[in-house]
């Protein structure tokens, strides 16, 4: 939280960390503990959507509810109740949502989307800041690198694990 010397009001700095999380895993986990420690609340926004993966005659599905429960338990377990919050959101885009999220903020405070290191160039939020400015919002937009865990986690990988 920032305070505005000029004005004596408190500022937010949210986090929002779209993303399909299935499963959700260490390296997520890891991130959203590392982005909680330079914020006043992430936000991890989970997308509707089912992931399966295929494995010869076996298809393992990990389901929205299966990707909140076990958010819900790394939460609870590590003592970052009301830190982190892992929701599902409503439209099948989890980077739409952050956006969605931006336009229901108050000027002033700072909206920080989450992505991974591995994903440097991913470009879903390469205007994000020009969003915000066009629609007059007032909200700035930071995009720090989550540093990656070890062991080359992956969703992926844990689907064939299961």
């Known amino acids: 939280m920032q305070i505005d010397e000029d004005e004596g009001e408190t500022q937010a700095d949210i986090v929002y960390v779209p993303g399909s999380f299935k499963p959700p895993h260490k390296g997520h986990f890891d991130g959203a503990k590392f982005l909680a420690d330079i914020a006043d609340e992430v936000h991890i926004l989970i997308s509707p959507l089912p992931r399966a ?3 010869g005659d076996n298809r393992i599905e ?3 509810e299966q990707s909140e429960e076990l958010w819900t338990l790394y939460i609870r377990e590590n003592g970052l109740v009301g830190k982190i919050k892992a929701y599902v959101v409503d439209v099948n885009s989890p980077v739409k949502a952050a956006y969605d999220f ?3 903020m108050d000027e002033g405070d ?3 989307l989450g992505r991974g290191a591995k ?3 991913d470009t879903r939020f390469a205007n994000a800041q020009n969003y915000s400015d066009k629609n007059n919002l007032g ?3 930071e995009q720090p690198l989550i540093p990656m865990s070890s062991g080359n986690i992956s969703g992926t990988k844990m689907r064939k694990f299961i």
């Open 53 to 55: 993966e295929h494995d």
């Open 62 to 64: 990990v389901t929205k």
């Open 102 to 104: 931006m336009d229901g």
């Open 110 to 112: 700072t909206i920080i």
């Open 119 to 121: 994903d440097e160039a």
């Open 139 to 141: 909200v700035a937009v």
